[in-house]
């Protein structure tokens, strides 16, 4: 069974619009290995601090490039 944080995680994806591939491509982790972990078959240690961390660098990439050019 995934952990409680992969849910929460995988909403805050979506609510982001930001799609599994993208995440893995910014980590440097194939696609399949990001759904591995977030479907609770693959428990690396750190996994939620790091899977964390880079989706909140990704948010933050994503509204600075939407910002209006003065």
């Known amino acids: 069974?995934?952990?409680?944080?992969?849910?929460d995680f995988v909403g805050k994806l979506h609510a982001n619009r930001i799609k599994q591939n993208e995440l893995a491509s910014y980590m440097g982790l194939t696609p399949e290995y990001v759904c591995m972990v977030l479907a609770g078959k693959r428990e690396p240690r750190n996994a939620e601090q790091?899977?964390?961390?880079?989706?909140?660098?990704?948010i933050h990439?994503?509204?600075q490039s939407h910002l209006p050019i003065k």
């Open 61 to 63: 990439e994503k509204q």
């Open 50 to 58: 790091n899977f964390r961390a880079a989706l909140d660098e990704l």
């Open 1 to 7: 069974m995934p952990a409680q944080w992969t849910a």
